[in-house]
């Protein structure tokens, strides 16, 4: 079964831009999730999806947005790029909500702002 | 939000040593806990899990111990590989949380051949 598949892999942005990531979940899953990980703050929850509907959101500002498909894929979008969102965009994806499962997570988007 | 963090930033260990790595975390309500290793240029990779009914669970070469009296995680690696040098992060959650994890700050385990 294929992993997670997180595309672009890197990204180089400049402040005020905008960026949009994808997520592919593993097969079946249909619960995408979204983590921000930086060296000072770790892993920090941006949101989750579950049929289409984001059901969390973490403490980060509305210029942090995502949504999810039918197909389960997702993708998360940031608007105004400032210096401080350069981190590594890590998506996640479990089969099991209700009884909490474990998340597994793709390689990443490394986004770095310039 | 919550406190989940760990003792030991840095751990080192001889090959063929056990390790233990440890965790605290803060919220009573949470049911749910992984351990995850991360090597450098990857996502976090599952380890194991445990539930809050439990305070003991096996897996290859792997123990996680949960004791809820002290809100303490350890995750015990037996005979220690250089392949398990990573990053190992704990994390906790709950049903009433869905997929929201708390993650501690990471313990680097380094295996000195």
């Known amino acids: 079964k294929a992993g997670v598949t997180q595309t672009p892999r890197y990204l180089i942005k400049t402040r005020g831009q905008q960026v949009t990531l994808s997520c592919s979940p593993i097969?079946?899953?249909?619960?995408v999730s979204w983590y921000q990980q930086t060296p000072g703050q770790g892993l920090q929850f941006l949101f989750e999806?579950?049929?289409?509907?984001?059901?969390n959101k973490g403490n980060f500002p509305g210029r942090f947005s995502g949504r999810q498909f039918s197909n389960s894929r997702s993708e998360m979008n940031v608007s105004t790029l400032e210096l401080g969102d350069s981190a590594l965009y890590l998506c996640?994806?479990?089969?099991?909500?209700?009884?909490?499962?474990?998340?597994?997570f793709g390689n990443g988007t490394r986004l770095t702002v310039t | 939000g919550e406190n989940v963090g760990l003792h030991l930033p840095t751990l080192s260990v001889q090959e063929g040593d056990n390790s233990i790595i440890n965790c605290a975390y803060s919220n009573s309500a949470s049911d749910y806990f992984i351990w995850y290793k991360q090597e450098s240029g990857k996502g976090p990779q599952f380890i194991i899990d445990i539930r809050s009914n439990m305070d003991k669970r096996q897996g290859q070469r792997v123990t996680v111990l949960l004791n809820k009296t002290v809100k303490h995680l350890s995750l015990q690696i037996a005979a220690t590989q250089p392949g398990d040098s990573a990053v190992y992060f704990c994390a906790e959650g709950g049903a009433y949380n869905f997929n929201k994890f708390y993650f501690g700050s990471g313990t680097k385990l380094n295996v000195k051949p």
């Open positions: 999806y579950f049929s289409e509907t984001q059901r």
């Open positions: 097969s079946g899953h249909r619960s």
């Open positions: 996640a994806s479990s089969w099991d909500t209700t009884k909490n499962s474990p998340l597994h």
